[in-house]
């Protein structure tokens, strides 16, 4: 467990199994603004292949300007939902970029988002 200020960090190994939980509290009521779960899971599968699995799990406090703006459609604001939760992980992260566990799980929760975005934005690379 690591913690800051205004943020708390636990990860949980089990076997291939790796669990991450990051919280983040407003400096100033100390209520929680957003909370963050990643599960990745590993499995060797005979040949030798591995099978990865990713769980991700984000709540949060969206500000209003996220909210309020005018969008074009649900797709687009899901897509600045989607933008805003990104930036959140990485702002979240930051704080525990000492722990190498923590960064490589955070970069992969980045990565998932990332990818939700850019296929989002450019349809012709959802396959």
């Not at 009521?29 to 799990?57: A, G, M, N």
């Not at 990104?86 to 930051?94: L, M």
Request: proline letters at 4%.
């Amino acid at each position: 467990m690591m913690h800051t200020a205004d943020s708390l960090s636990l990860i949980v190994k089990k076997g291939w199994t790796k669990e991450i939980g990051v919280v983040r509290f407003n400096a100033e009521d100390s209520l929680v603004r957003r909370k963050t779960y990643l599960q990745h899971r590993s499995r060797i599968k005979y040949p030798p292949f591995v099978t990865e699995q990713l769980y991700l799990y984000v709540q949060s406090r969206l500000p209003g300007e996220v909210l309020e703006e005018p969008y074009e459609s649900e797709l687009s604001k899901s897509t600045a939902i989607l933008r805003y939760c990104h930036e959140a992980i990485v702002e979240d992260s930051r704080a525990f970029n000492d722990d190498q566990d923590t960064v490589r799980l955070i970069g992969l929760a980045r990565t998932g988002l990332g990818g939700g975005d850019s296929a989002v934005d450019n349809p012709a690379s959802r396959g």
